[in-house]
């Protein structure tokens, strides 16, 4: 049979110029559905994105691996996890990752799941093993998630225990990975009895976006709340510098106080201050002078106190900067007392010391007063001698009567006694002026000696001797 009969029909049945026009209607059809359902000239394409994934079980924390990959149901497109970033929290587990997504870009516009890929976008990641839901953060090209470690000084209040368990080389991990590391701390007493401040350095693995640094959902600035779960405690640490730690530096300081009687005879030298088990300050000198009250007595204590550099500040403690004019506190299990710091730097009390003689005046005491002071008595505080008498003249006190004219005389007192001493004093020269007992001395005032067997109480009345 001939394919195209003479009357021009093919198999002698179907006119060749229809089915022309058929094969071209069947060919604009099949053209017309394939870019109907390709979207134009539609090519696969591979985005990264960044998924917060938020506060995580740990069991769902522990499926998730480089590598994992899930894809859409009845489209086309997969996710691959790329990377990962975790952080334990005193929530759970802080958990970001690195996602590539495969999708299909058309005409420069690319789409997952029917859909762009924007930041804010509600994300699912969900294979045969686990789903996760999270949040786009971040979308480019970068393989990796962007994170660093950084150093920050933090400043807590925990309870005793806690300030006792925590020391350099405790970590927060998370599964394999360090995420934090704690390499200094430092403790010192808080406003509660049974609290401690904690001063840690730590060093973080950050994730950085757009400039900004976090940790897990806290971001890394100071001023930042930062919790952090240490295996056996839980510490939440505000962040007080970024970038580098603190120095530890051992100064001495010079504080005064007037305490009882009963502290000034229990501070003793070499007596430490711990708190925590640790060792912040240490008595290194010691000077304890009678005051009007004899049931008080000013005390001078040289220190060396632990304290933290940062920058030209030295701190002692959550509020204590080591300068004059600031109040310190030392502690031991039987006593306390809190002293103003007078000088930094040294463990000498302010001045030039010197001896000099004054003359001291005793007016109207009894015989018995008057006799017990002898030439040769002395006062002395840590083993050195602060006054010693080195004369003595005793006189009938003279009193002052008014007749019943109104005309006034004086006349020996029968019984009582004046009496005019030598002594040389241990002083201390300023530039403000004489010192003694830690008291700026004048003519005029009036000073308290114990010497051993009496203790006196007497003006000044020449101040210039040597």
Do not use: C, W
């Amino acid at each position: 049979m001939e394919i195209i009969d003479e009357e021009g029909q093919l198999f002698g049945t179907i006119n060749v110029v229809d089915a022309l026009v058929v094969l071209v209607v069947l060919a604009v059809a099949v053209a017309g559905f394939a870019l109907v359902a390709g979207g134009g000239s539609a090519e696969t394409e591979t985005r990264y994105v960044t998924l917060d994934l938020g506060t995580q079980p740990e069991f769902a924390v522990d499926q998730l691996d480089i590598g994992d990959t899930a894809t859409l149901d009845n489209e086309f497109g997969n996710m691959t996890i790329a990377d990962t970033y975790l952080t334990r929290s005193t929530a759970g587990t802080q958990a970001t990752i690195r996602v590539a997504v495969t999708g299909r870009s058309t005409e420069g516009r690319f789409t997952f799941g029917g859909e762009p890929l924007r930041l804010g976008r509600p994300l699912s990641f969900a294979n045969e093993s686990y789903v996760v839901n999270g949040t786009i953060t971040a979308v480019g090209n970068e393989t990796e998630l962007s994170t660093r470690e950084r150093t920050v000084v933090l400043r807590g209040t925990v309870p005793d225990d806690v300030a006792r368990n925590a020391d350099a080389g405790d970590e927060i991990r998370v599964g394999d990975e360090s995420v934090a590391t704690f390499r200094d701390v430092a403790v010192y007493n808080a406003n509660s009895p049974d609290q401690r401040t904690l001063y840690v350095v730590a060093s973080l693995r950050t994730i950085e976006s757009g400039g900004e640094a976090r940790f897990g959902d806290r971001a890394v600035e100071v001023g930042e709340s930062i919790p952090l779960s240490v295996a056996g405690y839980r510490y939440n640490g505000t962040i007080e510098r970024v970038g580098s730690g603190f120095d530890r530096q051992t100064s001495e300081v010079m504080v005064t106080d007037v305490v009882d009687v009963d502290i000034a005879d229990r501070l003793e030298e070499g007596t430490n201050y711990t708190v925590a088990g640790r060792r912040v300050a240490t008595i290194e000198q010691l000077a304890v002078y009678g005051t009007d009250n004899p049931n008080r007595k000013r005390v001078y204590v040289g220190l060396s106190v632990r304290a933290l550099g940062y920058g030209d500040t030295l701190r002692f403690g959550a509020d204590r900067s080591l300068r004059e004019g600031v109040t310190l506190q030392f502690r031991t299990s039987s006593y306390e007392f809190s002293g103003e710091i007078v000088r930094v730097g040294t463990l000498s009390q302010p001045g030039k010391v010197t001896d000099r003689t004054v003359t001291l005046h005793m007016e109207n005491v009894t015989p018995e007063r008057a006799d017990g002071v002898e030439e040769g008595l002395t006062e002395t505080n840590a083993g050195e001698t602060v006054a010693r008498v080195l004369d003595v003249q005793v006189e009938p006190a003279v009193v002052t009567l008014t007749s019943e004219d109104g005309d006034i005389f004086e006349r020996a007192h029968p019984v009582n006694k004046t009496v005019t001493l030598a002594v040389e004093l241990r002083v201390r020269e300023q530039a403000s002026g004489i010192q003694f007992k830690g008291r700026i001395l004048q003519e005029g005032d009036e000073v308290i000696l114990d010497l051993g067997t009496t203790t006196i109480r007497a003006s000044v009345t020449e101040l210039n001797g040597r």
